[in-house]
């Protein structure tokens, strides 16, 4: 069974600092994602990484994938209430149908 | 609109009653995925569509979870004699399928709560 665990499992910090969550497993994925979500929403898609050690940077969020493809980090610089949210990270199985194994995730709280 | 569709937002059921779960994919996606979620963790496969065809559903928890799409589009997902162990947010979403990694597309959930 793929498991894909994610640390902290809760944040919660002041406006302007710096965070990083972290995703790791002892399985390989063919690519990872990395969703936000609100309460009341669906989950949505921020990145995609599918090479070993890319590192992708989203505005004031970088995303790196491991070397090993198991594992992954968010950090977000100068954080803003905005950034609120439950951050799920979710690896592709590689099997039939790809489908995405979701971390256990990490709600953030940003207060002003 | 054109985003993944989901009715109701809200359902509350008796113990034992049986549920059906509306999902409206974007038009022209292919593949369709539901997904189990509980508060404040992350979403847990339950069952996946390439158009009509159900081709992974080893995430469905018991023979009470049934899952369709008859025509390739508008998915149902029913649970029959519902037990208070049901109560979730059930997560629809759907994908081009036209590569390997496409993005997927989630709807807002139904809430589910079985008393």
């Known amino acids: 069974t793929q498991l894909l665990e994610q640390s902290p499992q809760f944040l919660s910090i002041q406006e302007g600092e710096n965070l990083t969550v972290y995703c790791n497993s002892s399985s390989v994925f063919s690519s990872l994602q990395w969703y936000r979500q609100e309460p009341g929403e669906g989950p949505v898609l921020l990145v995609t990484v599918v090479t070993g050690g890319e590192v992708k940077k989203l505005k004031r969020l970088t995303f790196q994938f491991g070397d090993a493809r198991k594992d992954s980090s968010l950090h977000i610089t100068a954080a803003q209430p905005g950034d609120t949210g439950l951050y799920l990270c979710a690896g592709a199985d590689g099997g039939a149908t790809n489908k995405l194994i979701f971390g256990t995730g990490t709600l953030l709280a940003v207060q002003p | 609109g054109a985003g993944v569709s989901q009715s109701p937002r809200y359902k509350v059921a008796k113990r034992g009653q049986d549920v059906a779960l509306r999902c409206d994919p974007i038009?022209?996606?292919?593949?369709l995925f539901w997904y189990q979620q509980a508060l404040g963790q992350g979403p847990e496969f339950l069952t996946y569509f390439q158009n009509e065809a159900q081709l992974d559903k080893s995430g469905l928890p018991s023979d009470r979870f049934f899952a369709e799409r008859p025509e390739g589009s508008v998915s149902t997902l029913k649970i029959q004699r519902t037990q208070q162990e049901d109560s979730a947010v059930y997560l629809c979403?759907?994908?081009?399928?036209?590569?390997?990694?496409?993005?997927?597309?989630f709807g807002n959930g139904t809430r589910l709560t079985v008393t």
């Open positions: 038009s022209g996606h292919v593949s």
């Open positions: 979403a759907s994908s081009s399928g036209k590569r390997r990694i496409s993005p997927l597309h």
